[in-house]
């Protein structure tokens, strides 16, 4: 019994030593950054080729090195021990690479593939409010430089969090004020954003005042518009009765200066008029004179005594 289960044993392991070893990883990297893919594989290697979505990049093979790429457009490297550098990688670089690495003999000794992403940095997101009837709405955004770009954003107020996959933008409600901090983020970059922002619920009366104050304002400049043309009429008035009352003086002084008698150029010496005898009176009859009355006696005044001096 023990005999056949050491043989099963032996048989199995000889199994496994046979089938390859495939193994995947998932790799992200920013732009302009640089990147490593080593080999996992135990053991020396001899002979290794990098493939890229099917196809050959390069391949070591007795200690050197063989492009089947153009190295400048490639811009990579392959070392002795079959690692893999890529250099100022873009997103172009971006796919599904593989590395086969062969026995002395050419059988296959291992097989491993890696997801390799490229994405840009995120940018640094932008926080923006609205507050209406007492609610607030903080909205978190990120402008994406291409469509396909996508990020995490996580929108934190006080214990409230919310959090959101492939998405440019999260917005959130509450009703009270105080500091949100939005965080926006994918596979190789972080940005953080920080800022305290207040409700008072007084907007609708704010909106309220504004319009309120534009009717008065605008009620205003009417009656004043009003009072300004009757104004200007009434002026408009006074000067038309101040010229007729001008035309009718002149008028007046013009008829006055016509009708007065010019005096002659040589004037005659009046002649004196001749002595009229008087037209005689009519007799009228008259009664007898009275004699005349005796005057009464006038008071004897008292002679004034000079005065002496002192």
Request: charged share 25%.
């Amino acid at each position: 019994m023990n005999l056949r289960r050491i043989f099963l044993v032996k048989c199995l392991l000889l199994l496994f030593s046979c089938v390859k070893c495939s193994v995947t990883n998932q790799v992200y990297r920013a732009v302009n950054e640089s990147v490593l893919f080593s080999i996992s594989a135990a053991g020396s290697v001899d002979d290794a080729a990098w493939w890229r979505d099917g196809q050959k990049l390069l391949q070591i093979k007795d200690k050197k090195v063989k492009y089947y790429v153009n190295k400048s457009q490639c811009r990579c490297k392959l070392f002795l021990n079959g690692t893999l550098q890529i250099e100022r990688v873009v997103k172009e670089d971006s796919g599904n690479y593989m590395v086969t690495v062969y026995h002395q003999d050419g059988t296959l000794k291992a097989e491993e593939g890696t997801t390799f992403t490229v994405q840009e940095p995120v940018p640094q997101p932008i926080l923006s409010s609205k507050c209406m009837n007492k609610t607030l709405s903080v909205k978190c955004e990120v402008k994406q430089k291409t469509k396909d770009e996508t990020f995490t954003i996580e929108l934190t107020h006080n214990k409230t969090k919310k959090i959101q996959k492939n998405v440019t933008s999260l917005e959130l409600h509450t009703q009270y004020s105080g500091m949100f901090r939005c965080i926006v983020k994918n596979e190789v970059s972080k940005k953080t954003s920080e800022k305290i922002i207040k409700c008072s619920g007084q907007l609708d009366l704010y909106l309220i005042l504004t319009i309120a104050g534009g009717a008065v304002f605008f009620v205003i400049f009417v009656i004043f518009l009003i009072y300004c043309i009757r104004k200007k009429k009434a002026d408009r008035l006074e000067d038309d009765d101040e010229e007729q009352t001008m035309q009718a003086r002149q008028l007046t002084s013009e008829m006055l200066v016509r009708e007065l008698p010019q005096p002659p150029c040589n004037p005659t010496l009046k002649q004196p008029h001749a002595h009229q005898r008087p037209l005689p009176r009519p007799r009228v009859h008259q009664e007898p004179a009275l004699p005349p009355r005796p005057r009464p006696r006038m008071q004897q005044r008292t002679p004034n005594h000079p005065r002496e001096r002192p």
